[in-house]
């Protein structure tokens, strides 16, 4: 698709908040950037850099103090009529239900009786939630009130469709499958939505989705860098050039988020989910008594007693570990897993030590603590996550680190001395201490 007439646009935008302790923050600094008809533009960057706040501002839920947002050439007066949101919070009501949530969006704008029906109905239909129109938000998965989100958004046929990281707060594969189906509602005519705007902390989704992807920079925030992305969708993400263009983005946020002279981007890796030994083995455990060792995730969450969020990261951890496959939303134990299980406490240690040091985030916190002849300081290691996973809390993900590094016997964690030792990887047997 070729992009056509400039649709929204910020002219040298600049925006402050007056703090509550009388300072100004300024979270915009200068910032012009245009988006035109049939585009899908992704806003990235560390947090705290103004995506949101421009997202609003495009919205015409905020002015800004310097500078103009325009719609079509016209300076924005109060909300853009031609624009729904679509927030990560979903932003539903707990009293309303499924089709009164959809319907906030008409009421607000004057819309009733049968058109207000109507357009409620083929909102539903659009986002697959046909026969939830009495439901509450309550009795729905994340994944299932996101769509209510979109619906909302959806209802209006708004032509610009502004989203402030809709997936981020759903489990991975329920965001895959979301937005895939985003990129249809986007290329299917008969939604009238024919322009996105999107806010994101995953640079696979931004690649996933857009045809350019705006870096911004912070302190104040500001438009660092733009990629064009010109893959054909819809898009392979398993695909070699899917995977450049990836690298290529994650090399300009490295780039942005370290100080100069930047160092070759380094490789990308793998988070490892934060969750604990016992609810993997809890998980495992439970397959066990499954006819076939599999099951649905969300009926795994529902027997194990764990939100579905939950369980999707706990099942991510086993799949990691070879434990588990997950073939659609089925989770199914594994040849390996089974083994596990039957292991006792000592070579069920060793079979996750092994396991663990081909996952590439503790293969490079081993050869970290290889390179400081067996310790690190665990300063180092939170600056190195923060470094490779801005977006998530470095604490947490350390604090998840040492469960399973000591619980394989893999490393040792002093906490008063802030420092983390490798136990005799070589000899690991021996030097275990039981
Ligand atoms: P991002 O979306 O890139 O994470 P935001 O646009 O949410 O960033 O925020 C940019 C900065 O502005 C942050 O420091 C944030 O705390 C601040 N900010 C955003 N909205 C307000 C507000 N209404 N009042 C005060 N500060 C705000």
């Not at 992009?3 to 012009?32: C, I, K, M, Y």
């Not at 959809?102 to 939630?129: Q, S, T």
């Not at 060792?293 to 799949?319: C, I």
């Not at 040492?402 to 964690?413: C, I, N, P, Q, S």
Request: aromatic letters at 6%; charged letters at 25%; a negative charge.
């Amino acid at each position: 698709m070729t992009p056509g007439t400039v649709l929204l646009e910020a002219q040298h935008v600049t925006q402050r908040f007056r703090l509550p302790n009388g300072q100004n923050l300024e979270a915009l600094r200068d910032v012009s950037l245009a988006v035109r008809e049939q585009e899908v533009v992704a806003l990235v960057g560390p947090s705290g850099c103004g995506k949101s706040t421009l997202l609003r501002l495009f919205a015409g839920l905020a002015r800004p103090v310097e500078g103009k947002v325009l719609y079509r050439g016209q300076s924005l007066d109060g909300v853009l009529g031609a624009a729904a949101m679509v927030f990560q919070s979903f932003a539903l009501l707990p009293w309303l239900t499924v089709a009164e949530n959809v319907a906030m969006g008409l009421e607000a704008r004057g819309v009733y009786g049968p058109a207000r029906r109507d357009a409620v109905a083929r909102a539903i239909n659009l986002v697959g939630l046909d026969g939830f129109e009495q439901a509450y938000p309550k009795e729905l998965s994340g994944g299932m009130k996101q769509r209510v989100g979109f619906a909302r958004a959806l209802a209006v046929a708004p032509e610009i469709l502004l989203m402030d990281e809709p997936f981020g707060a759903l489990d991975p594969l329920t965001a895959e499958n979301l937005r895939s189906q985003v990129v249809d509602l986007w290329r299917d005519p008969a939604t009238g939505v024919n322009t996105l705007v999107i806010v994101t902390h995953s640079v696979e989704e931004a690649v996933f989705l857009a045809g350019r992807i705006v870096v911004f920079g912070s302190n104040p925030g500001h438009v660092r860098e733009e990629m064009t992305n010109p893959l054909p969708y819809p898009r392979q993400e398993r695909s070699p050039e899917f995977e450049e263009m990836v690298d290529r983005l994650h090399a300009i946020l490295t780039a942005t988020l370290l100080p100069e002279p930047a160092p070759a981007a380094p490789q990308r890796l793998v988070p490892f989910p934060r969750v604990h030994v016992s609810e993997v083995t809890g998980l495992l455990d439970h397959l066990l008594t499954r006819p076939d060792g599999k099951g649905p995730v969300f009926e795994l969450a529902e027997d194990l007693g764990v939100d579905y969020d939950r369980m999707s990261a706990v099942v991510r951890a086993a799949e990691q570990l070879g434990w588990v496959t997950t073939p659609g939303e089925i989770v199914q134990l594994t040849a390996a897993g089974r083994e596990v299980m039957a292991m006792d406490d000592a070579a069920r240690k060793d079979v996750t030590r092994a396991r663990l040091a081909k996952q590439p985030l503790f293969a490079r916190l081993v050869a970290m603590l290889k390179e400081g002849e067996g310790a690190v300081e665990d300063e180092e290691v939170l600056a190195d996550l923060t470094i490779y996973f801005p977006f998530i809390p470095a604490e947490s993900l350390f604090a998840t680190l040492v469960e399973w590094g000591r619980y394989a016997e893999l490393v040792d964690h002093d906490a008063d001395a802030g420092r983390l030792m490798l136990l005799g990887w070589e000899g690991a047997a021996e030097a275990r201490v039981e």
